[in-house]
Structures are given as structure tokens and as C-alpha cells.
């Protein structure tokens, strides 16, 4: 057994040299390096050489700086995505139709090709078309995405290499893996509102049926939307103003105008009427004493004179024209 262990060691150097062994074709060299993690890892020599013409095939190279010192927050968001699209275009692309390699050249690695290349921000991806082949380009210069917009995912770079590319070659698709922490997540929580509601539905479903907790809520937005609550959001109108003369104005003039504050007066007055004239209707009739029901009716009728005395006086503030009044205002 000693002597076949010393055969095995003796032969490790050659088995070395013949995994190392160029086949002479860069592109098929370059992709077997790239079948393991999607993109090959560069430096400056290793970049030089995938990069320098003739090239009869396509590279996409990312130049980032993954280092926490470096303060790339965009690059060490940006790597996950760059990965993921390499890895599935190798997947997908498994004849290696579209002539398509992908590299990540880090600063730490590459800092000659980032002086020589002036980049100042990092990341950058650079696109090189063939420069020799049916799909060569004459422009010899690469392709350059800036990420100007913020972080991008791995569907819209795809987007983006797939315009650099001839019509005819294929354009793999991404290939998210399954997120089974979220799926497990947002099934759980399902489960919980499902479980929830199932418990507390002989409490809530009397509450929800109850009409006059509906006819509350739909008063109050009624109140709300005629009094000019979306005005106020549409036209971000100002809550008060100054009057010129060191007070505050409530009511904007002319009918197309207001301020925040007068549309919750006017809500406020909305809502005194309608309490009132409920009230006249439902509660008064209701009352078993004749004295104290020609009193809530002598009350209520006050207080809806006085509410609409007051929105028409309210009206001729806004408008000098408008010849319409009740006493006492």
C-alpha cells in the first residue's frame, strides 16, 4: 500500500499540468472556469486576456468593490442579483448558443484596469462585442451600464444584455430559487388571520352587521367629502391665513377657494344639522312626556336655525353677492 501511495503522490504534478492545460480556444477555456459559479473571477491579467481581440464572442464584466472598507453599499447589494443572472444564463444556455461570458473583476484585484478605465464609482458593468465573426462590431469600445438609477435587479441587467446581443441568440431566462423562509412566513401568517377571524368571528360578526355603526361611518365620510376634505389634498390648500391686519382669516374668498380650517367648520356645522335633524326624526318622537318633548322639538329646531343661519352667513362671507340670510346671523 506504501508503494501505491507513492505512485499517486508522484503522478498529483502531471494531473496538475493536464487540468491546466489550455485547449487553445479562450472561450471554451473561460466558460469551463465559469460552469462552477456562473462568471469567472478576474484580475488584471485575466481580464486583459479575456478582453483583448480578436474575440469572436461576447463578455459582460462587472467591476465593483465588495470590501466593507470601500463603503459600496450598491455593490455588496448588487452582487446576489449579478450572481444569480450568470448562474442561470449558464443554465440555461448550456451549448453556449449565445457566445456569452460573464466576469466580476473586484477593485481589490483590479485596481490598474480601474485607472486605466478612469472609474471613479463602482459598480459598472462593461459589455464587449465580438470583434471578429458574423456578429463583430466595428466600435471596438464596450458597452458601459451605470447604475445612475439605484439598484437594479437581476431582470432588468438580463433586459439589458439581451439588447446587446444579435436578435438570434438565445436569451435565457432567470431562475429565481424558491424562498422558502417567506413562503413559510406568509403561510403562517395566513394561517394565523384564518385562525383569528375564525375565533373572533362571534364578536366581530355582530359588530359588522350592526347598521348603525355603517350609517355612523358613512355619515362621517358623507361630512367629510362635502365639506371639501379632498379639495384640501387635491390642491394642498393652506390650514389658515392672515387677514393683513396681524389675524387670522378662516374663510378663503369665492367658492373655488378654502383652507384647511374652514373645510372642518363647515364639517363641523354639516354634522350639527344632521345630528339635529336625526334627532327630530328618531329621538324626539320617542319621548314619553308631552312637556318634554315640545322641548327637544323647540331645541332642536333652534339649533338647526341658528347651524343654517350661520353656513349662509357663512356663504356671504365667501361671496358679497350672495343675497341669501336667516336671523340671527
Known amino acids: 500500500m506504501r508503494w501505491l501511495q507513492f505512485l499517486t503522490a508522484s503522478l498529483l504534478p502531471f494531473t496538475a499540468l493536464a487540468a491546466k492545460k489550455s485547449t487553445g480556444d479562450r472561450f471554451n477555456d473561460f466558460r469551463t472556469k465559469s460552469l462552477s459559479s456562473g462568471n469567472v473571477k478576474l484580475d488584471d491579467t485575466v481580464y486583459t486576456q479575456l478582453t483583448k481581440a480578436p474575440r469572436d464572442y461576447s463578455v459582460v464584466v462587472l467591476l465593483t468593490a465588495l470590501e466593507t ?17 450568470s448562474k442561470s444564463w449558464i443554465k440555461g444556455d448550456k451549448n453556449a448558443e449565445s457566445r456569452l461570458l460573464f466576469g466580476t473583476l473586484d477593485f481589490v484585484d483590479g485596481k490598474n484596469t480601474f485607472q486605466s478605465l ?9 459589455f464587449f462585442h465580438p470583434t471578429v465573426g ?5 466600435d471596438s469600445q ?13 431582470e432588468q441587467i438580463h433586459a439589458w444584455v439581451a ?20 413562503l413559510v412566513s406568509v403561510t403562517t401568517a395566513v394561517l394565523g388571520l384564518i385562525t383569528f377571524f375564525a375565533v373572533a368571528s362571534p364578536y366581530l360578526v355582530p359588530i359588522l352587521q350592526n347598521r348603525n355603526l355603517w350609517a ?11 365639506s371639501g376634505h379632498m379639495f384640501n389634498h387635491i390642491r394642498k390648500t393652506p390650514y389658515v391665513s392672515g387677514d393683513g391686519k396681524g389675524g387670522l382669516s378662516y374663510f378663503a374668498g369665492g367658492f373655488s377657494n378654502q383652507f384647511g380650517l374652514e373645510s372642518q367648520i363647515v364639517a363641523g356645522i354639516y354634522g350639527v344639522l344632521s345630528f339635529a335633524t336625526i334627532s327630530l326624526a328618531l ?8 312637556r318634554a318633548q315640545q322641548f327637544a322639538v323647540f331645541l332642536w329646531s333652534g339649533v338647526l336655525l341658528c347651524m343654517y343661519s350661520f353656513l349662509l352667513s357663512v356663504f356671504r362671507m365667501k ?4 343675497t341669501f340670510w336667516l336671523p340671527p346671523f
Open 69 to 85: 472598507r470601500f463603503g459600496c453599499t450598491l455593490c455588496r447589494e448588487f452582487q446576489p442579483e449579478w450572481d444569480l443572472l
Open 118 to 126: 478612469m472609474l471613479q464609482t463602482a459598480p459598472v458593468i462593461l
Open 134 to 138: 458574423p456578429n463583430a462590431k466595428i
Open 142 to 154: 464596450p458597452v458601459r451600464f451605470d447604475f445612475t438609477a439605484g439598484p437594479q435587479s437581476a
Open 163 to 182: 439588447r446587446q446581443l444579435p436578435a438570434s441568440a438565445p436569451k435565457p431566462r432567470i431562475s429565481r430559487p424558491i424562498n422558502y423562509v417567506k
Open 216 to 226: 355612523a361611518f358613512s355619515l362621517i365620510a358623507v361630512l367629510l367629502f362635502t
Open 283 to 290: 329621538k324626539v318622537p320617542r319621548i314619553a312626556d308631552a
Open 319 to 322: 361671496n358679497s353677492g350672495y
